[in-house]
């Protein structure tokens, strides 16, 4: 909930900053982006403030526009050069600002200036001249003060920096509302007369009293309107709300249920269904259930279970018995029916047809009612199953030479000979009617029976049985018998073939083996044994090697030395490179023990440092801290003042002590003769400057004992 109130009120804050009207439809996106894009908290707010920022710092219109136009319809004026209007080449200046009880016609214009184009002073000339028309962005506030300034136009440009040049001034403060109508004014001076008009009207898009009130027409995402005469929105068809962007949905559409993107759409929620959103959803496989709110499944009467599928009255709801039968409820979901006469069936949905048991007699046709039947008798008989005959054996009513016999209780019976049959021995008797003859035969009537002729292969008093063609045994040399249809097949051993397996056949005459190879009789099939250098199922592989063309070796395999010609050429490249990589690191380090020991060597020493150099006594060397500071470039100068200096400075002996400590600082031990010092100094810094040719310093620090000789050792 906070999140949701910090939301709304930075996008009521963009809409404060904003200050335009159609902006404000920003709400309205803040609270659509809220409620339907599931973003995290954060995002959310980050992007409206970046939105607010992009309003506020972006071009834009302000709240309110309008035009203030001025129209000059005649200038008259008898000071300097006017005083012939047809020689005289004026512009005007207009200068709009806010209403002032002592007018200063002294810049700021704040409600804005404008100047017209140069012109003849003629009343003809200046009456053509285009209106000054001046823009505001604020709303109008019906006072203001105007300055008309009428000058002299000394060149083509209009300047208005010379005041020698300026005509007319007029300052007056006036009332003015907006409308089209134009307010005609006339001002006299001492030496001028002007002319004038003026009304204020408002820019397109906006409407009012004071220009202030914003509306433009649109169709779009952001609204759906148009404006009337007073700047009011007025929704198009199909859409309402203050700014026409909710749509009206189709008439009846729930409002709580439904809702629509366009007008005249009723789109259900989830739960909810039907043209108009007011039917809810049962719950999934509901069948005899109703509900009042989504996902409910309220059994109806008579019904009962999760799913409202268990009839509780199964022949009340279900009513499965027909034809009036009575239904019983036996149990749950179970039931019985009491058929009514004439119907039969679990739900007495069949008919009993009364004529299936043949009840007419003597030729009589039976007609099947609903519970009953009748019969239509043939001439001379009649009852209800045409059995009474109305006919004698004196009217000859027995046919194919049956015999009448007359009944004692009236009527007569004949007796049918062989073959025929009936009450009147009407019907012949035909025995092969049914095929009773099986598996082709044919059927023969002989009158009193029949007789079935047989096809080959077959046998019995119906035919129906297949004669063992393989009883006989007629396959030899232990072949296999296969019955068939007055027919027989026989499967042969290895080694014999024909009909029935008496021909002894070469098996190896059929698959001969190819390449000298033997061929032997194994009960599988023909065996091949195979020479030297063959193999296959009949020697028909042949295993020596194919020989080449004399001349013609093996091609050099090219790729191989290239592959081993590049290898070589990367192992030496990486030998070079790991060569430079040591040389280097030995060199860096030896660079970085030097600096190191001359900085500690300058650091340590106790004497103090004046701008004189430090002097051993008795020595003819001289150190100082000073010196061993200098740069790179200067060690060969350093060194050579040295040499100097001691040579100036000291005897023969001296110098020739220096050219062995120069030839000493070659070895690996160095020995300087260093002249006895005192006892207070118990360290004096020593430098040795070595003749190779690379300018390197080494120094050290020489302990000077009171026991030690003239020749003190340095490692």
């Given at each position: 909930m906070t999140l949701y109130v910090l939301t709304c009120f930075l996008c009521l804050l963009s809409t404060h900053l904003v200050s335009i009207t159609e902006n404000r439809c920003l709400i309205v996106y803040c609270f659509i982006f809220l409620r339907t894009v599931r973003l995290p908290c954060i995002i959310i707010i980050i992007i409206i403030i970046i939105i607010i920022i992009i309003i506020i710092f972006s071009p834009q219109q302000v709240s309110s526009s309008g035009i203030f136009e001025l129209k000059v319809h005649s200038f008259t004026s008898s000071r300097g050069a006017c005083s012939n209007p047809r020689e005289c080449q004026i512009f005007f200046r207009v200068c709009l600002k806010h209403a002032q009880a002592v007018i200063s016609p002294e810049p700021p214009c704040t409600y804005g200036t404008a100047l017209t184009e140069i012109t003849s002073a003629d009343h003809s000339s200046i009456s053509r001249t285009a209106s000054i028309r001046i823009p505001f962005h604020f709303k109008w506030p019906g006072t203001f003060s105007l300055i008309i300034e009428a000058w002299n136009a000394e060149s083509a440009e209009q300047s208005t920096e010379n005041p020698s040049n300026l005509i007319s001034r007029l300052a007056t403060r006036r009332r003015l509302a907006v409308g089209e109508d134009w307010s005609q004014d006339v001002h006299f001076g001492e030496q001028s007369e002007l002319r004038y008009s003026y009304h204020v009207v408002c820019d397109d898009y906006y409407y009012g009293d004071s220009c202030s009130d914003y509306c433009r027409p649109r169709d779009d995402t952001f609204g759906h309107y148009t404006c009337d005469e007073a700047g009011n929105r007025a929704c198009l068809v199909g859409w309402r709300g203050e700014y026409c962007s909710e749509p009206i949905c189709v008439s009846g559409c729930s409002d709580n249920h439904g809702f629509c993107e366009r007008p005249g759409e009723c789109k259900c929620r989830i739960g909810w269904q039907g043209r108009l959103c007011d039917e809810c959803v049962r719950y999934p496989g509901c069948l005899h259930g109703t509900c009042n709110q989504p996902w409910q499944c309220n059994c109806q009467e008579g019904w009962g279970g999760l799913f409202c599928n268990q009839g509780l009255n199964y022949c009340t709801n279900h009513r499965p018995c027909h034809n009036g039968a009575t239904c019983s409820n036996t149990g749950q979901g179970s039931y019985t029916c009491t058929c009514s006469p004439g119907f039969s069936g679990t739900n007495c949905e069949m008919e009993t047809n009364e004529c299936d048991s043949n009840p007419c007699k003597n030729g009589g046709s039976c007609n099947d009612l609903e519970n009953d039947y009748t019969c239509t008798c043939p001439q001379g008989f009649y009852g209800k199953n045409c059995e009474i005959s109305?006919?004698?054996?004196?009217?000859?009513?027995?046919?194919?030479?049956?015999?009448?016999?007359?009944?004692?209780?009236?009527?007569?019976?004949?007796?049918?000979?062989?073959?025929?049959?009936?009450?009147?021995?009407?019907?012949?008797?035909?025995?092969?009617?049914?095929?009773?003859?099986?598996?082709?035969?044919?059927?023969?009537?002989?009158?009193?029976?029949?007789?079935?002729?047989?096809?080959?292969?077959?046998?019995?008093?119906?035919?129906?049985?297949?004669?063992?063609?393989?009883?006989?045994?007629?396959?030899?040399?232990?072949?296999?018998?296969?019955?068939?249809i007055n027919d027989y097949t026989c499967s042969c051993?290895?080694?014999?073939?024909?009909?029935?397996?008496?021909?002894?056949?070469?098996?190896?005459?059929?698959?001969?083996?190819?390449?000298g190879g033997t061929c032997y009789t194994h009960f599988s099939g023909p065996v091949c044994q195979c020479p030297s250098g063959f193999m296959g199922p009949s020697c028909e592989y042949s295993l020596q090697p194919s020989v080449s063309p004399e001349g013609s070796g093996d091609p050099f395999p090219v790729a191989l030395a290239v592959s081993f010609c590049l290898g070589l050429v990367t192992l030496l490249l990486v030998v070079c490179a790991a060569a430079?990589?040591?040389?280097?690191?030995?060199?860096?380090?030896?660079?970085?023990?030097?600096?190191?020991?001359?900085?500690t060597i300058n650091n340590l020493s106790q004497f103090p440092r004046d701008k004189g150099a430090l002097a051993i006594p008795g020595s003819p060397f001289k150190v100082t801290n000073k010196d061993a500071e200098l740069s790179a470039d200067d060690k060969a100068g350093y060194k050579q003042k040295l040499v100097d200096c001691n040579l100036t400075e000291s005897s023969k002996q001296q110098h020739q002590q220096g050219q062995t400590l120069k030839q000493g600082s070659k070895k690996s031990d160095l020995f300087i003769s260093v002249p006895p010092f005192t006892k207070e100094l118990a360290y004096h810094p020593v430098y040795i400057i070595p003749e190779h040719t690379e300018q390197c310093v080494f120094a050290t620090e020489v302990g000077i004992s009171p026991f030690i000789g003239n020749k003190t050792q340095i490692a």
């Open positions: 109305a006919m004698t054996c004196a009217d000859g009513p027995c046919f194919n030479g049956g015999t009448c016999v007359e009944k004692p209780a009236g009527g007569y019976s004949c007796r049918c000979p062989v073959g025929y049959m009936g009450s009147n021995c009407e019907k012949k008797i035909d025995r092969c009617t049914n095929t009773p003859c099986a598996n082709g035969g044919q059927c023969l009537d002989l009158g009193r029976s029949m007789l079935c002729r047989c096809r080959p292969g077959f046998t019995g008093p119906r035919c129906e049985i297949n004669i063992d063609d393989c009883a006989r045994n007629p396959c030899r040399n232990g072949g296999t018998c296969m019955d068939g051993t290895l080694g014999y073939s024909g009909r029935d397996c008496s021909q002894r056949s070469d098996v190896c005459g059929t698959v001969p083996c190819q390449n430079a990589v040591l040389r280097q690191m030995k060199k860096s380090q030896l660079g970085k023990s030097v600096h190191s020991g001359l900085e």
